[in-house]
């Protein structure tokens, strides 16, 4: 099995044998055994051995602590790979055009229109929540297709705000 991992901004192409324990990575290779032991899942590779919790996983971003730390990674299998040479988006990449509110508030300002172009975190919308203004940026740069919302309008958590639409 291929996968690609994304861990802060970096890119390792990973494959895994199950069948026989061994990896090859960018930076190494080994042999493997992975397991779930009372709860807790146990990573061996080497004499290294990583106890894994509190794993969360939504689209391809997968966090969860391991000895202690936490940690983010996003994870693309062998079709999303193939999917991705191809040009075409699957699930959370077709959906990264989309602002959702990442907390339920309202909406103070919006400082775009239909139509605008829009470059990757560019400021966007001011939400207030919890008495606090935060400011939300573009995912992604491209032009604003619809905003859904409303100045002065209350949202919940991972309600759609506005779409934008890639350039090309």
Same mark, same amino acid.
């Given at each position: 099995?291929?996968?690609?991992?994304?861990?802060?901004?970096?890119?390792?192409?990973?494959?895994?044998?199950?069948?026989?324990?061994?990896?090859?990575?960018?930076?190494?290779?080994?042999?493997?055994?992975?397991?779930?032991?009372?709860?807790?899942?146990?990573?061996?590779?080497?004499?290294?051995?990583?106890?894994?919790?509190?794993?969360?996983?939504?689209?391809?971003?997968?966090?969860?602590?391991?000895?202690?730390?936490?940690?983010?990674?996003?994870? &693309?299998? $062998?079709? =999303? @790979?193939?999917?991705?040479?191809? +040009?075409?988006?699957?699930?959370?990449? /077709?959906?990264? !055009?989309?602002?959702?509110?990442?907390?339920?508030?309202?909406?103070?300002?919006?400082?775009?229109?239909?139509?605008?172009?829009?470059?990757?975190?560019?400021?966007?919308?001011?939400?207030?929540?919890? &008495?606090? $203004?935060? =400011? @939300?940026?573009?995912?992604?740069? +491209?032009?604003?297709?619809?905003?859904? /919302?409303?100045? !002065?309008?209350?949202?919940?958590?991972?309600?759609?705000?506005?779409?934008?639409?890639?350039?090309?």
């Amino acid at each position: 099995m291929k996968f690609q991992a994304i861990i802060n901004e970096k890119e390792f192409d990973i494959e895994l044998n199950p069948e026989d324990g061994t990896f090859l990575s960018d930076d190494a290779n080994g042999s493997y055994t992975f397991e779930e032991v009372n709860g807790r899942y146990i990573l061996r590779t080497g004499t290294k051995t990583y106890k894994i919790d509190n794993i969360r996983k939504e689209g391809a971003s997968i966090e969860f602590s391991m000895n202690g730390t936490w940690h983010t990674v996003d994870v &693309k299998d $062998e079709q =999303e @790979l193939l999917l991705d040479r191809l +040009g075409f988006k699957t699930g959370a990449a /077709a959906a990264e !055009g989309i602002l959702n509110a990442p907390m339920p508030g309202k909406i103070l300002e919006i400082m775009v229109a239909e139509g605008d172009e829009v470059e990757k975190d560019q400021p966007l919308v001011i939400l207030e929540a919890m &008495k606090m $203004e935060n =400011e @939300l940026k573009a995912p992604i740069s +491209g032009t604003i297709a619809s905003i859904s /919302a409303d100045v !002065g309008q209350s949202l919940e958590k991972k309600s759609p705000i506005l779409e934008i639409e890639t350039i090309g």
